[in-house]
């Protein structure tokens, strides 16, 4: 029996050191595809993997796209399988465009685990369905972070009047998911008025001129949820530039430098920043565990810190503003 032990240890790979510890004798590479590469969300949870990395003694690959797309970021994906890392870890830009691309990585045996967001129904390993291949999801609980929102912004502008929700595009997890969680709690309000969403294609700059362009629609505009970074961003920019500061309220998912500043001007109400670094540490250690021949859960849940002038300063709570 120990002799049998002793073979299957060493086919792994794994070695016993003194102590009874066991060491890893193979370096792995695990790979992290970001939605894109200039956003401090994925800058922060690069931060997060790196540690991980390091920790465990794997090579961390970043490589991603210059914009959120799937058009570019499948071209990314096709060059880092050709380089046959040993798992891959990546926050698909569409829910159906990234299922097949992601197929020909689990079907050259690379294990896949998304991050941040998810393909088909972020439901995996049910053994139905064409996209329950990756092993897991670690991200932060979208639908709840819209709720939170909805609440936020009700409380803002007196849980009364028009509000519409700054996104992305129809088609992402996340942001589909917010948008959703926001609508959802905000039947709770019946004198609030949720307009139609305007779709900023991820550009902050349109982001804005639709803020603008929703005020001169309706002049009683009191409200706007910006469902990521660059869509809060360009709403709270757009409101400044209407000249409308603390009249139309903000409020913002995510937290780049700039939101500190946005907060204490009264520009931005609250901002609720995900964990992006513990986002990158677990996908890490999930890939590593895996590797390493251990199970690990179909979906880990990271947090938010709801940040707003009364703890801005606060040490616990600055630090999880992102990096840039
Ligand atoms: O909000 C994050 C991320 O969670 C989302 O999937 C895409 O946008 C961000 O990267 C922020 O820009």
């Known amino acids: 029996f120990l002799k049998a032990t002793a073979v299957a240890t060493l086919a792994t790979g794994v070695s016993a050191v003194a102590g009874g510890v066991k060491a890893q004798d193979k370096k792995f590479t695990i790979a992290l595809i970001p939605g894109?590469?200039?956003?401090?969300?994925?800058?922060?949870?690069?931060?997060?993997?790196?540690?991980?990395?390091?920790?465990?003694?794997?090579?961390?690959?970043?490589?991603?796209?210059?914009?959120?797309?799937?058009?570019?970021?499948?071209?990314?994906?096709?060059?880092?399988?050709?380089?046959?890392?040993?798992?891959?870890?990546?926050?698909?830009?569409?829910?159906?465009?990234?299922?097949?691309?992601?197929?020909?990585?689990?079907?050259?045996?690379?294990?896949?685990?998304?991050?941040?967001?998810?393909?088909?129904?972020?439901?995996y390993q049910t053994g139905s369905g064409d996209a329950d291949f990756p092993l897991s999801y670690i991200a932060s609980d979208n639908l709840l972070g819209g709720a939170i929102a909805a609440r936020a912004l009700?409380?803002?502008?007196?849980?009364?009047?028009?509000?519409?929700?700054?996104?992305?595009?129809?088609?992402?997890?996340?942001?589909?998911?917010?948008?959703?969680?926001?609508?959802?709690?905000?039947?709770?309000?019946?004198?609030?008025?949720?307009?139609?969403?305007?779709?900023?294609?991820?550009?902050?700059?349109?982001?804005?001129?639709?803020?603008?362009?929703?005020?001169?629609?309706?002049?009683?505009?009191?409200?706007?949820?910006?469902?990521?970074?660059?869509?809060?961003?360009?709403?709270?920019?757009?409101?400044?530039?209407?000249?409308?500061?603390?009249?139309?309220?903000?409020v913002a998912f995510d937290a780049p430098t700039t939101i500190v500043d946005n907060i204490n001007s009264g520009l931005v109400d609250l901002a609720i920043a995900q964990h992006p670094a513990e986002i990158g540490y677990f996908g890490v250690m999930a890939a590593y565990a895996h590797l390493t021949g251990n199970s690990i859960p179909t979906s880990i849940g990271t947090g938010f810190t709801v940040i707003d002038k009364s703890n801005v300063t606060d040490k616990n709570v600055a630090k999880f503003i992102y990096s840039d």
């Open 36 to 123: 894109l590469t200039t956003d401090a969300f994925y800058i922060t949870m690069r931060k997060g993997a790196e540690a991980a990395a390091k920790a465990v003694g794997a090579e961390l690959m970043f490589q991603g796209a210059s914009d959120f797309n799937p058009v570019t970021q499948v071209p990314v994906l096709d060059a880092v399988i050709a380089k046959k890392p040993d798992a891959i870890l990546i926050a698909p830009t569409d829910k159906d465009q990234l299922v097949q691309p992601l197929k020909k990585a689990a079907d050259a045996g690379i294990p896949v685990i998304t991050v941040d967001t998810f393909i088909g129904t972020g439901v």
């Open 154 to 250: 009700a409380k803002a502008v007196g849980e009364k009047g028009k509000v519409y929700v700054s996104n992305v595009k129809p088609g992402i997890s996340t942001t589909d998911q917010r948008e959703q969680g926001f609508k959802d709690e905000m039947k709770k309000y019946p004198n609030i008025t949720v307009l139609e969403t305007q779709y900023n294609d991820d550009d902050a700059n349109k982001a804005a001129s639709q803020l603008q362009a929703v005020y001169a629609r309706n002049s009683d505009l009191d409200g706007v949820f910006g469902a990521n970074l660059f869509s809060a961003l360009g709403a709270a920019n757009g409101v400044q530039q209407a000249g409308q500061t603390g009249k139309i309220r903000v």
